[in-house]
């Protein structure tokens, strides 16, 4: 992956210099372990036992052909960006649950599963949030009708050391799986919480760690891409622009940006500050929000991703004129977009994937938890809290 800012240059350049010390002191904290929320940097050791998580992983497919992964937020949002990212052999046998209350997803779901060999992977960190409680209050009660005996053989927690999960697995016999204490959800997708998820999906986890470790390894150089995105968001922030919008030409990438939008609205959004990040799917949305950003309210910047090497690409026939493939049209769109929204005046970062890969989407997290983490510290703010979070669970306890 690349970062090209050819779209975005003429924007930042009058505060470009005067940004540059902010991000080395980020930078400086963050490698030091001494910023602002220090205790929650665990992402950065990218140390779990893969082997570990594998053999769980390969135990749990050959006993079950369908598991239901109960998790909301940060504890299932990165499992779910891998399998729609790589879209791997066995991503049809994972359910996703928890992340609403909608009585009618989850009863489609049941309906649809009810004959098969399920799992059930149960992911909090805190092991006390309210949808995740209530959705395994259903689940139990769905798996107790169907095996009647010996239930403990069909849950898997991944939990923190503490709460109502934890209690619930330890008294029940469950196998369980630790969530490090020094890792907040959004920043745990390289932890046991993505890992064992992506690999029952038949991703090969240990690629996309290597691809994460390649990319740290790069950020010891501290001009890298990273730290010339950091500066960008925090230029264009102090210029007015309110909105990061992330646009992509693929669907794979819609998790992805539905992560982004987690990682950097609960990271950076605090203190009356903070970009609001949103997302765009191209060619969609260049027919409905596509006229607001070439020629409405001056209030965003746009990060896009073109994916290069792509593994589908379907033949036009020889009657179309001028174009060979739909790939071919689509990067002439993607180009014409670009040069359109410029000319607009609406700054365009350009990231460029190289493909849909294990390694490129190790390299992705990485890059983008350590550029956020980055960006928050320079705006001023605690990348690694998210008390606006416990507001609604607080009204809804009185
Ligand atoms: O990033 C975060 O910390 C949050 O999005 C959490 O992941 C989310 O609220 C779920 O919390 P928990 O894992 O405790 O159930």
Known sequence: ?????????????????????KVLKADELLKSKSCVGSEMLGWQDLNSDLEYIKNIA????????????????????????????????????????????????????LKKIKDKKIHVVVISKSGNTIEIKTTLDIIINFIKKKYNQDLHKYFTAITGKKGFLRNFAETNNWQILDIP?????????LTNVGLLPIALAGADIKKIVLG????????????????????????????????????????????????????????EGKEGKGLFPASVLFSTDLHSLGQFIQEGSKILFETIFF????????????????????????????????????????????????????????????????????SSLMLGVNPFNQPGVEVYKKIMVN
């Not at 050959?62 to 937020?73: E, R």
């Not at 204490?181 to 997708?189: A, H, I, K, L, M």
């Not at 950091?230 to 819609?254: C, D, H, P, Q, W």
């Open 1 to 21: 992956m690349r970062l090209i800012d050819n779209y975005v240059k003429n924007f930042v350049q009058k505060y470009y210099e005067i940004f540059e010390p």
């Open 181 to 189: 204490e020094n890792v907040g959800g959004r920043f745990s997708v």
């Open 212 to 267: 994460a470790k390649e990319m740290q390894k790069n950020l010891e150089n501290l001009d890298s891409d990273c730290h010339k995105y950091a500066i960008i968001r925090n230029v264009l922030y102090k210029n007015g622009l309110k909105i990061e919008l992330f646009a992509s030409f693929n669907t794979r990438m819609l998790s992805f940006m539905e992560w982004l939008k987690q990682l950097f609205g609960e990271s």
């Open 58 to 109: 390969e135990d749990i497919n050959s006993k079950s052909d369908c598991v239901l992964i109960i998790g909301i937020g940060g504890s299932y949002l990165g499992a779910k960006v891998a399998i729609d990212f790589l879209s791997p052999v066995y991503k049809n046998k994972i359910y996703f649950i928890g992340f609403n209350l909608d009585s009618e997803y989850l009863n489609n779901i």
């Open 307 to 374: 994916v290069k090497n792509l593994k589908y690409n379907l033949k036009l026939s020889e009657d179309f004129k001028n174009y060979k493939s739909i790939n071919e049209i689509n990067e002439k769109i993607f180009k014409s977009t670009v040069l359109a929204h410029y000319k607009g005046k609406v700054p365009c970062n350009i990231i460029e994937i190289e493909e849909f890969s294990e390694f490129e989407l190790g390299r992705l997290i990485y890059f983008f938890e350590f550029s956020c983490a980055l």
